[in-house]
Structures are given as C-alpha cells and as structure tokens.
Antibody, heavy 120, light 107 residues
Framework: VQLVQSGGGLVKSGGSLRLSCAASDFTFSDYYMAWIRQAPGKGLEWLSYISSDSRYTKYVDSVRGRFTISRDNARATMYLEINSVRAEDTAVYYC??????????????WGQGTLVTVSS | EIVLTQSPATLSLSPGERATLSCRASQSVSSYLAWFQQKPGQAPRLLIYGASNRAAAVPARFSGSGSATDFTLTISGLEPEDFAIYYCQQRSDWPYTFGQGTKLEIK
C-alpha cells in the first residue's frame, strides 16, 4: 500500500490550494478514504472522509463549506480542495485509507503528510 | 462531539518495563476505538482497532482492552522503538475524534 501526497506549501490567508493523494498497490476504488491534519506540535484532527464511489462525504464543522474532498478512481487519486484558508489551517495534512474490519473501518495506511502554512 | 481524554500525558519508563496507557470517552463508543503510534516526523501507525484487535504486523507485546468509555493500551516489555506518542481515536460517532496523546519517554 502506498499513498503519496503532493500539493501544500505556503498560502496567503484567504487563498486556496489543492492537496492530492495518489494511491498504488491496492484497489483504490474499493476503499473509503480520509483526510486528517495535525497542527504544529499538536494532536490529530479528523477532517473528512469520502466513500469508495464518492456518493458519501463527511466534514468536521471547522472546515465544512471551505474544504471539499473528492476522488478520481480512474486515476487512483484523492483530493482536498482548501478555500478561504485561515491561520488555524496551518498543519501537516495526511491522507489515509480506511480499511473495513468487523468492528468498523479504521485508518490503516497513511500518506507521508504534506505541510500547509498559512501566512498573513 | 465525543471527547477522548488520555492519561497520563507523559509516561517515563525504562526498556523492558510494562506501559499502561488510558483513554476515557465522554460517552460510550462501544468498541469502536483505535490506538495509533506516532514517532517524530512520521505519520501515525495503526496499532489496535476495535478496542482489542492488533493490526497487521503489530508485535504481540501491544494489547488493547476495554469497552464503552474506558480503554487501555498495554505494552508489555518495552523495546527502544516503542518510545513515541500514542493516540486513541473513536469512530463511533461523527466527527471522529482523537485523544490528546500520551508521550511515552525513556526514563
């Protein structure tokens, strides 16, 4: 299982950017996927997830309306569109695969993370 | 939102000792709880899912227990590579949430 992230970097407050997560070595279209972030020196925050067929998405309140999760199964890639960025969006963003077990689905594989820094 | 409270914040132990980490939920999460290990500069790694099931390739010294609101991660016989930050996470109710973490450091 490989999840390779790209995008991120320095963005001005109020700006936009798109993060990508390219999957390989597994059947991407079979899995739900998620975005999780970690502010510098802080804990983990689950942001969003998307179903295998893109029919279902969920967002945490702090990003709903500003962030959009999407995926392209033909390209085996997931995206996170970030709009109206704020200082508090500065974080390392991780993509993760959600594997189904009998007791629910869990983030069993993670990307390497990509840093988003919001400047004023 | 379900709040997960981990204790202690920091645990100082020596290699070979037994580590016991706690995670308490503000309401029942049944067994929908996972434990992750994170080392500096790395992504988290899934250790335990469903409160007590070891993920693939996780050594047998890691074990999870508990249900409803009280959970424990036990590491029996600490190895040098086990010193890291550990997070619990619930997937019982959206938004899924993590605890604030327990830092396991070498004494």
């Amino acid at each position: 299982v490989q999840l390779v992230q790209s995008g991120g970097g320095l963005v001005k407050s109020g700006g936009s950017l798109r993060l990508s997560c390219a999957a390989s070595d597994f059947t991407f279209s079979d899995y739900y996927m998620a975005w999780i972030r970690q502010a510098p020196g802080k804990g983990l925050e689950w942001l969003s997830y998307i179903s295998s067929d893109s029919r279902y998405t969920k967002y945490v309140d702090s990003v709903r309306g500003r962030f959009t999760i999407s995926r392209d199964n033909a390209r085996a890639t997931m995206y996170l569109e970030i709009n109206s960025v704020r200082a508090e969006d500065t974080a390392v963003y991780y993509c993760a695969r959600l594997a189904s077990y009998g007791s629910g689905s869990y983030a069993d594989s993670w990307g390497q993370g990509t840093l988003v820094t919001v400047s004023s | 939102e379900i709040v997960l409270t981990q204790s202690p914040a920091t645990l100082s132990l020596s290699p070979g000792e037994r580590a016991t980490l706690s995670c308490r939920a503000s309401q029942s999460v049944s067994s929908y709880l996972a434990w992750f290990q994170q080392k500096p500069g790395q992504a988290p790694r899934l250790l335990i899912y469903g409160a007590s099931n070891r993920a693939a390739a996780v050594p047998a010294r890691f074990s999870g227990s508990g249900s409803a609101t009280d959970f424990t991660l036990t590491i029996s016989g600490l190895e040098p590579e086990d010193f890291a930050i550990y997070y619990c996470q619930q997937r019982s109710d959206w938004p899924y949430t993590f605890g604030q973490g327990t830092k396991l450091e070498i004494k």
